[in-house]
């Protein structure tokens, strides 16, 4: 299995609404990430789980919290969004950090909306 | 701060053509990667670049990397209307960018490069 999934595909939701993005590999990686990437732009990193350890992009709201419950599963908890928060929302995974300098493999991603 | 920037940013081209994208990045860093994303779509890796003069080729498309410089090049040989896409370089930042000292890597990319080619 060389692949990343990721689900749901699409989601809407109101500004109330807590809703929870999933992302899961079978690959054996110990490194996943989230990104957030808005139209015509480039992505942008989010969080960072490594052997299970967090690291977080302090631009990022608190409104979007990310739950690692082990090494092949990613969660990204959504709270209180804004409507600027719409965007598609990658996951991805690689081999190793720092030293392997395996590419990072991306899901296809949830396109999030917010009204 | 980590910063990557590719020129052009948007390139029309007739399929048969040749040309080349230009990464530059401003930190050291000898990882550099080559994403296709096509519209609507995720991001499909094309290259890891691990080392100074490393070059790299796959059909149509070839990737060099020169570490002194910290300027990578994707190279396009005879277009093809497939190749239509946006390509997206991208550099590892050690621990992310983030204070987290635990070694994990981040991706920072640049503003990619919207590639037509026209029949």
């Known amino acids: 299995d060389t692949e990343v999934t990721q689900t749901p595909k699409h989601l809407v939701m109101g500004m109330t609404n807590k809703k929870s993005l999933k992302c899961e590999q079978h690959m054996g990686h110990r490194a996943m990430y989230w990104y957030k990437q808005k139209a015509k732009k480039p992505p942008e990193l989010m969080f960072v789980?490594?052997?299970?350890?967090?690291?977080i992009n302090e631009s990022v709201p608190s409104r979007f919290s990310p739950e690692c419950p082990n090494s092949s599963l990613l969660n990204l908890h959504l709270h209180a969004l804004q409507p600027e928060d719409s965007a598609l929302y990658l996951c991805?995974?690689?081999?190793?950090?720092?030293?392997?300098?395996?590419?990072?493999?991306f899901g296809p991603g949830t396109r999030l909306t917010v009204l | 701060e980590l910063k990557v920037e590719q020129n052009p940013l948007f390139l029309s081209m007739q399929e048969g053509k040749n040309y080349t994208i230009y990464c530059n990045y401003s930190?050291?860093?000898?990882?550099l990667y080559w994403y296709r994303q096509d519209p609507g779509k995720s991001l499909e890796s094309l290259f890891v670049?691990?080392?100074?003069?490393a070059v790299k080729q796959e059909g149509r498309l070839m990737a060099s990397l020169d570490t002194k410089a910290r300027l990578s090049t994707l190279h396009i040989t005879a277009a093809v209307h497939d190749l239509s896409a946006t390509y997206f370089c991208?550099?590892?930042?050690?621990?992310?960018?983030?204070?987290?000292?635990?070694?994990?890597?981040?991706?920072?990319f640049g503003k990619g490069t919207h590639l037509i080619i026209q029949p």
């Open positions: 930190t050291t860093s000898d990882r």
């Open positions: 991805a995974s690689s081999r190793k950090v720092a030293l392997a300098g395996g590419s990072q493999f």
């Open positions: 991208a550099v590892d930042v050690r621990g992310g960018g983030f204070d987290s000292g635990g070694g994990a890597d981040g991706l920072t």
């Open positions: 670049l691990l080392s100074n003069g």
């Open positions: 789980y490594s052997y299970e350890k967090l690291s």
